[in-house]
């Protein structure tokens, strides 16, 4: 499997905001731009490994700017990191008022998406070839969530596990 860069799979996708995307007073509710973080989460992960990718975690989130009815969303996805069949998908969130034409950094996040092969279970993906300074950067620290988000999930199912044989 060839090896890719970030630039190779980066991405963006954009879409106003309508009223069902928002609450009474035209705040857009967070869950519209999570959907749509997820969705660019997905495109990156798919062009890096053109295999179905499934969500996986979003570990972090930050609303940092609010979005409201009529500003045009843009999400900026890009390659983190990549395991072995799992993806670490960063994306950047961007409001533009339309009328004023002034842009905000809305928000933050870190994605991870596992690709499946065709019957459904993790598959091994293409791995990421970091050359900018930037890239190498982004990837360690990327790396050393995958380290801590291995360790969690492995504890999860452990505890699950105990759980059923207690419930046998
Ligand atoms: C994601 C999923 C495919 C992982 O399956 P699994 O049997 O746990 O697979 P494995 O233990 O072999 O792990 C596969 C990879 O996923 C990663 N992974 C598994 N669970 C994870 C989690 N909760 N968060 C982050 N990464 C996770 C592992 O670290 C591993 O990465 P690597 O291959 O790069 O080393 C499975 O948990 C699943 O289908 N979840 C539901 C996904 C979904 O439907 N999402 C949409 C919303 S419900």
Partial sequence: ???KTP???ESSIS????????????????GTILKMIDEIAGIVATKHSRRNCVT??????????PVHIGDLLEMKGRMNFV??????V?????????ERGDVNF???ATVTMVALDDSGKPVDVPQLKVD???DKKLFQAAFKRYEERSKRVSHMKKQEKEQLELIK
């Fill in 83 to 88: 395991g072995k069949s799992s993806m670490e």
């Fill in 15 to 30: 879409r106003v905001m309508l009223p069902p995307d928002a609450n009474v007073a035209g705040n857009v509710f967070g």
């Fill in 56 to 65: 996986a975690n979003i570990d972090h989130i930050d609303f940092i700017y």
């Fill in 106 to 108: 809305a928000g933050r």
């Fill in 1 to 3: 499997m060839e090896e």
């Fill in 90 to 98: 960063g994306v950047e969130v961007f409001a533009e008022n339309l």
């Fill in 7 to 9: 630039k190779e799979t």
């Fill in 132 to 134: 900018s300074e930037e």
